[in-house]
Nanobody, 125 residues
Framework: QVQLVESGGGLVQPGGSLRLSCAASGFTLEYYAIGWFRQAPGKEREGVSCISRSDGSTYYADSAKGRFTLSRDNAKNTVYLQMNSLRSEDTAVYFC??????????????????WGQGTQVTVSS
């Protein structure tokens, strides 16, 4: 069974850091693209970052570029999203997901078939 489980969210002050994890089971994530999305109350689901299955290239939304870093630990079958210099506008539920057919990376949420349950990130002083 294909499953994705996010963890690592929480409450952090502006300027702080969090590392989110996306643990995969039922498939080897090395052979699949993994995207991160977020959704804040009253806003549309927004693409944050994606790691490609083909060459491991990473992609970032303008809002995340320079602050967020996506990485993969194949031994643990886990993808990580390191988030630094967090801002209040980063507050959202964060999801990891696998696109249709395992790839390629896309910023469109409806290109993804499998989703985790989400983890809450709150940035507030």
């Amino acid at each position: 069974q294909v499953q994705l489980v996010e963890s690592g969210g929480g409450l952090v002050q502006p300027g702080g850091s969090l590392r989110l994890s996306c643990a995969a089971s039922g498939f080897t994530l090395e052979y699949y693209a993994i995207g991160w999305f977020r959704q804040a109350p009253g806003k549309e689901r927004e693409g944050v970052s994606c790691i490609s299955r083909s060459d491991g290239s990473t992609y970032y939304a303008d809002s995340a570029k320079g602050r967020f870093t996506l990485s993969r630990d194949n031994a643990k079958n886990t993808v990580y999203l390191q988030m630094n210099s967090l801002r209040s506008e980063d507050t959202a539920v964060y999801f990891c997901a696998v696109p249709n057919g395992g790839g390629p990376c896309s910023s469109a949420w409806d290109d993804y078939d499998y989703w985790g349950q989400g983890t809450q990130v709150t940035v507030s002083s």
